[in-house]
């Protein structure tokens, strides 16, 4: 069965079909939620289990780098035991292991805990979003995809003040028990509305591979979230993102000579993929800056409370909803090379604007433009996570789909060391102690051009790439045709 499939058991039913997005969005939004919302109650949780708050950021870095190994074998599990039973059983997990933060006790317990919500978010991410891909047409693929974002652009809002409300009139043991009837109702919509695609795959697991591809971007990962926070001696983050970088440079000469990797780097020879996972990358590095510098520019930049900072980077993701209501129709109309690129300009300019904002500028002006810029930047990861997927034959999906997961992870990190990095290289050369609005203004120009930098991995695509998951068939108008004379 391929994405384009009319036998489909749910190609029949345009019903049924809206729905299987909207169970995955919601299965994506309880994690991006829960490793967001941790952030805003670390204070509460070390004084509630009488730990320095520095040491309870390990508790956030336990979780992603849980995330960053057991992303890349998700697809293998896939295609041996069956995506819907990989997808039901990592909510299990990940249910379980919200659970077991809550109860815990000590730093030790809620780190394991973090691990094994890690281990089940690993899971329940790419596999979900193999799902999809592998149950919706193709031509209804790219509003599908426009589903999918909204976690990622909702979660990293609304979870720091969501957060700051229930340990402030709770108990922050309740950050993670939400995720029970969410998880309890996730998993009776995936037995109930999901179809099965029994595993097939009986190529052998390549370990060895496994081992440098997930030490190595764990590695990066690692190092990148801990870049200039302190909290371990100086010289262990660079070691870690060195040792990530040979690891994975390890991994590519073994993944040429193995016959079966556990991520087949020949995907990148499809120019869609290639783009989506090089060109998005460098988009997701400015994105996921912007998630950790907006929010702190405005609380300790332009000294706003966390609730009117809250109330004003809600915007962007009011701007992601009124995007899912038009993405197909806009795609459709303009293609994905024009948009990609046209979008790219705009969220890259966007970012450098953002540094140009002073606590006097206006609230309103604030909310108007990350409201129009949440748009635009909503609709480019819409086209971006479609176009992944548009030339990738249907025995590769799984590969794909843990490929992208694993890029995905490692650029959203890598952004947040950048935005910090940077913030504390302009603090250093102004000899300053505290943050203030030349610092941020450093960082948003940085991360902006690099934002800009992934202008020209989609500059590469054909006017008509993707157009069978698009539908923009007038783009191949624009396409030269030579005659003989």
Not at 107 to 129: D, H, K, T, Y
Not at 139 to 153: D, G, N, R, Y
Not at 216 to 242: D, I
Request: charged share 10%; aromatic share 8%.
């Amino acid at each position: 069965m391929t994405p384009g499939s009319t036998d489909s058991g749910f190609a029949t039913s345009g019903k049924l079909l809206r729905l299987v997005p909207l169970i995955v969005a919601c299965a994506l939004f309880m994690e991006n939620l829960d490793s967001t919302i941790i952030a805003t109650a670390l204070p509460g949780i070390a004084k509630s289990l009488h730990e320095d708050p520095l040491h309870l950021s390990l508790a956030i870095s336990s979780y992603l780098l849980s995330l960053s190994i057991f992303i890349p074998v998700s697809g293998w599990m896939a295609d041996r035991y069956g995506a819907r039973r990989v997808f039901r059983n990592a909510i299990i997990v990940f249910v379980i292991g919200s659970v077991a933060c809550s109860a815990s006790m000590n730093i030790g317990e809620l780190i394991f805990s973090r691990i094994l919500q890690g281990l089940g978010g690993a899971m329940m991410v790419p596999v979900g979003r193999l799902v999809l891909v592998r149950q919706v047409p193709k031509s209804e693929l790219v509003q599908a995809m426009s589903w999918l974002t909204i976690p990622a652009l909702i979660a990293p809002i609304v979870g720091p003040p969501l957060g700051g409300l229930i340990v402030t009139y709770a108990s922050w043991r309740w950050i993670f028990l939400i995720n029970v009837p969410i998880g309890i109702l996730g998993y009776y919509l995936v037995s109930r509305f999901i179809m099965e695609v029994p595993g097939s795959q009986q190529r052998p697991f390549d370990l060895a591979g496994w081992m440098l591809l997930g030490g190595g971007v764990a590695g990066l990962v690692f190092g990148s979230e801990n870049l200039g926070k302190h909290v371990l001696p100086p010289e262990v983050p660079p070691v870690a993102v060195l040792a990530g970088i040979i690891a994975l440079a390890l991994y590519v000469r073994h993944a040429r000579t193995d016959d079966a990797p556990v991520l087949r780097l020949s995907l990148l020879s499809l120019p869609t993929f290639r783009a989506s996972v090089t060109g998005g990358s460098l988009f997701r590095i400015g994105v996921g800056s912007f998630s950790l510098l907006m929010p702190m520019m405005l609380q300790l930049g332009f000294g706003l409370s966390a609730l009117a900072s809250g109330g004003i980077t809600f915007a962007s993701a009011a701007g992601a909803l009124l995007m899912k209501m038009l993405a197909q129709r806009i795609v459709r109309r303009f293609g994905f090379r024009r948009l990609l690129l046209g979008n790219t300009f705009i969220c890259g300019g966007a970012l450098v604007i953002c540094g140009t904002m002073r606590p006097e500028t206006s609230s309103w002006l604030i909310v108007g433009f990350l409201l129009v810029t949440g748009f635009f930047r909503s609709l480019e990861f819409t086209c971006i996570n479609a176009l992944a997927f548009a030339d990738v034959a249907e025995a590769d999906m799984s590969q794909a789909t843990s490929f992208s997961g694993t890029a995905q992870q490692l650029a959203l990190s890598i952004g947040v060391g950048v935005g910090s990095q940077v913030l504390n290289a302009s603090l250093a050369l102004r000899h300053a102690t505290q943050l203030s609005t030349p610092d941020f203004s450093a960082a948003f120009y940085t991360v902006g051009l690099l934002t800009l930098a992934s202008w020209p991995a989609f500059a590469r695509l054909r006017a008509d790439a993707g157009s069978q998951v698009s539908g923009h068939r007038l783009a191949v108008a624009d396409i030269p045709v030579r005659t003989t004379q």
